[in-house]
């Protein structure tokens, strides 16, 4: 293979996984986005848990405060019943007492509901502070393995960047120019695979003279639609062993 050609092929290894782990870098903050958003959700389910417990310990009071009110009330008029002197007043307070009794006796109902229901906002908040553990560690986890492949990432850009430094100064100035000006309007692709007849990045046809000279790899030859440097891999084709059966005598 040409010399400059096998160096701009390795150049354009070296320049792709420069461009990945650089844009792996630059998708840190965003993982760390979502790291954080993870967190949220499941810190949102403690809070909800622990919200609507305060507010059904809340109702809880302001109903035991209504009890007493309609206790006290209930102890007046039982004290009131002691002393009426006709039956009308006696009549009147015992239904006094009626209705004092049965406001309590809704009232305890509707602790007893919140009672239920503060033991299942209960167990829905072990849930969700379990959650929210398991999760923390999840995103601890990740973020070590996080930092972890950014320091990889970091170191590779500086191995690639000695590499490269070296690669350069092997390729000669007119195949480097090319490689870099088509890098430069390609997108950090100058390199091009010609396989079948065809460039495998533009997908156009190449004529069969241009072909045939790419699969020689004996000189730096551009795709004529898209201008990148072509070069072909031979693919190997495995040998077939076939018996002869001989003839019975």
């Given at each position: 293979m040409n010399a400059d050609l096998e160096r701009v092929i390795a150049l354009q290894k070296l320049d792709s996984d420069r461009h990945e782990a650089e844009r792996r870098l630059a998708d840190a903050?965003?993982?760390?986005?979502?790291?954080?958003?993870?967190?949220?959700?499941?810190?949102?389910?403690?809070?909800?848990?622990?919200?609507r417990l305060a507010d059904?310990?809340?109702?809880?009071?302001?109903?035991?405060?209504?009890?007493?009110?309609?206790?006290?009330r209930l102890s007046k008029f039982r004290e009131q019943a002691m002393a009426v002197k006709t039956n009308q007043e006696y009549h009147a307070i015992q239904k006094e007492i009626g209705f004092a009794?049965?406001?309590?006796?809704?009232?305890?109902?509707?602790?007893?509901?919140?009672?239920l229901e503060a033991d299942e906002v209960?167990?829905?908040?072990?849930?969700?502070?379990?959650?929210?553990?398991?999760?923390?560690?999840?995103?601890?986890?990740?973020?070590?393995?996080?930092?972890?492949?950014?320091?990889?990432?970091r170191a590779s850009l500086a191995r690639i960047a000695?590499?490269?430094?070296?690669?350069?100064?092997?390729?000669?100035?007119?195949?480097?120019?090319?490689?870099?000006?088509?890098?430069?309007?390609?997108?950090?692709?100058?390199?091009?695979?010609a396989r079948d007849g065809i460039c495998t990045i533009c997908h156009v046809r190449?004529?069969?003279?241009?072909?045939?000279?790419?699969?020689?790899?004996?000189?730096?030859?551009?795709?004529?639609?898209?201008?990148?440097i072509l070069y072909f891999v031979a693919t190997t084709v495995p040998a077939t062993s076939t018996s002869v059966s001989q003839p019975t005598q």
């Open positions: 903050p965003e993982r760390e986005k979502a790291f954080e958003a993870r967190l949220e959700t499941a810190k949102s389910g403690v809070a909800l848990a622990k919200t059904n310990q809340n109702a809880r009071r302001a109903i035991e405060k209504d009890v007493a009110v309609h206790q006290g009794q049965s406001e309590i006796k809704a009232l305890e109902d509707k602790i007893l509901e919140l009672m209960g167990a829905l908040l072990k849930r969700a502070e379990a959650a929210l553990a398991t999760e923390q560690k999840a995103v601890d986890a990740d973020r070590r393995t996080m930092a972890a492949e950014l320091t990889d990432l000695g590499e490269r430094a070296e690669l350069v100064r092997l390729i000669t100035p007119q195949a480097l120019d090319i490689f870099e000006l088509i890098s430069r309007r390609r997108h950090g692709v100058a390199v091009a695979e190449l004529r069969p003279q241009v072909f045939n000279t790419v699969r020689r790899n004996q000189e730096i030859v551009q795709c004529e639609s898209c201008q990148r």
